[in-house]
């Protein structure tokens, strides 16, 4: 054999490895999921939603779909490695909340989530002290009807910390007439160890008006690709949740985002519409998932296969329908401003 005959073969069999190797998508078998002949039903419940200040859109839809509120939680609040709150929260939210009669509960978070920050505030009784009061004051001066208190990635080992600031912050607010609500990871049974371990559901419905369970992120952008919220663990969540803390103090977190995630990497987050058209330019089919109650479809891009999961206003529906079985009526989503438009035909306030 002749060395070009070689050679041939040898780029030939080098082009059919590298062939065989890539990622391959479905084929795709027509156009999916047609959004707009989706069959919906309206769901009566209490809904507090999630409005960020970095998205104009997010106030925007806020204002538009005011009506189903109950409450509002603008973000934009924090405390920092210092134990001095910061941010601001958005005086357009805030307007429309008030000519819709919806009740404002501004977020605050420990600053990036950090870790130190929030053992500093739960640890050391003069950082607690002051923090209160300064949330005191802050709730006073805008003439808000409560706080949202979002601290995450708490130490478990600030567990009783954790409950006894929430127990103080309470007992000064309560008596100014103030909400005093606090966002949780979720989780299905009492986990004292890892994320979700520094907080306590029955100890923390006793002393909050609201125990909001952020029952998402169950995938997560670090880990593998999957749904979001999967229908049968976010009833798992709903049924250890209601069985330590009262119906009237619990509210259950629905996500309205999702992820691209790319094999082996780090996912980014995409809202409904975001979604939509990355499956139309990839020219891939969307297709419903039913036993997790989400939206999925891959493509590939830059020789990487990448997997989509996310939520539309049936997905919605789905997680309410879960709430109502459970005898529960009170619901958050986080965020407003990537939900499908039609989840406003679902959503009723109550």
């Not at 600053?111 to 004051?137: C, M, P, W, Y």
């Amino acid at each position: 054999m002749g060395l070009i005959a070689v050679a041939v073969i040898l780029l030939s069999t080098a082009a059919l490895t590298i062939y065989l190797a890539m990622p391959r998508e479905e084929p795709f078998t027509g156009p999916g999921v047609n959004f707009t002949e989706i069959t919906l039903s309206s769901v009566e419940v209490k809904f507090l939603g999630w409005v960020v200040e970095y998205d104009a859109l997010s106030a925007s839809d806020f204002a538009q779909h005011v009506a189903a509120f109950t409450w509002v939680s603008p973000t934009g609040l924090y405390i920092d490695e210092t134990g001095t709150l910061g941010g601001d929260v958005p005086a357009d939210v805030v307007k429309s909340a008030r000519d819709g009669g919806v009740l404002v509960l501004p977020l605050v978070a420990n600053r990036n989530f950090d870790r130190q920050t929030a053992h500093k505030i739960l640890t050391e009784a003069e950082t607690r002290d002051s923090v209160i009061g300064q949330l005191e004051s802050f709730l006073a001066q805008g003439g808000y009807d409560g706080i949202n208190i979002d601290f995450e990635d708490v130490p478990e080992g600030d567990r009783d910390g954790l409950t006894q600031f929430m127990g103080l912050l309470a007992s000064r607010l309560r008596s100014k007439g103030k909400l005093v609500t606090i966002d949780v990871p979720a989780k299905t049974y009492d986990a004292t160890i890892g994320w979700a371990g520094a907080y306590d559901y029955g100890a923390l419905g006793d002393v909050c008006d609201l125990v909001i369970i952020m029952a998402y992120d169950y995938h997560w952008s670090s880990g593998p690709a999957g749904a979001v919220s999967p229908l049968d663990w976010f009833e798992d969540v709903v049924r250890y949740a209601s069985s330590v803390i009262p119906a009237s103090r619990l509210m259950i977190g629905m996500p309205f985002y999702g992820y691209d995630w790319p094999t082996g990497g780090t996912a980014s987050g995409v809202t409904f519409d975001e979604a939509l058209q990355m499956s139309a330019e990839m020219n891939r089919t969307i297709r419903f998932d039913e036993a997790t109650g989400e939206y999925t479809f891959t493509y590939v891009r830059d020789n990487t296969r990448r997997e989509v999961w996310f939520q539309g206003a049936k997905s919605v529906e789905l997680r309410l329908q879960i709430l109502k079985n459970h005898g529960l009526d009170q619901a958050a989503a986080w965020r407003i401003g990537q939900e499908d438009p039609r989840t406003w035909e679902v959503i009723r306030r109550g």
